[in-house]
């Protein structure tokens, strides 16, 4: 069984920073690549940045370029998500998503098979 556990999120001011982290077990995640999304009231889920199982390549949405990154942790099992001068329009609640084998590219959700359960950010003008 494959779980994966995102923490981290909180109420913020705009221009403040945060930092989510991805925890998961049942599987070798360190193979596969691993991404992050979100999405806020009303809107669709979302890409927001992916990490390669070997940490080789790094991938952003264009409104998080520059403001966030993604890094992981192999050895723990643990991926994280800085994120830096946050705005209100980042308020969402975040996604951590573990890629199906064998995909090389991680932008669209039915690239990811396992799912965590989602942390709340909120972010105030």
């Known amino acids: 069984q494959v779980q994966l556990v995102e923490s981290g999120g909180g109420l913020v001011q705009a221009g403040g920073s945060l930092r989510l982290s991805c925890a998961a077990s049942g599987r070798t995640v360190s193979r596969y690549a691993t991404g992050w999304f979100r999405q806020a009231p009303g809107k669709e889920r979302e890409f927001v940045a992916a990490i390669t199982w070997n940490s080789g390549s790094t991938y952003y949405a264009d409104s998080v370029k520059g403001r966030f990154t993604v890094s992981r942790d192999n050895a723990k099992n643990m991926v994280y998500l800085q994120m830096n001068s946050l705005k209100p329009e980042d308020t969402a609640v975040y996604y951590c998503?573990?890629?199906?084998?064998?995909?090389?590219?991680?932008?669209?959700?039915?690239?990811?098979?396992?799912w965590g359960q989602g942390t709340q950010v909120t972010v105030s003008s």
């Open positions: 998503a573990s890629s199906r084998p064998g995909r090389s590219r991680y932008r669209r959700l039915d690239d990811y098979d396992y």
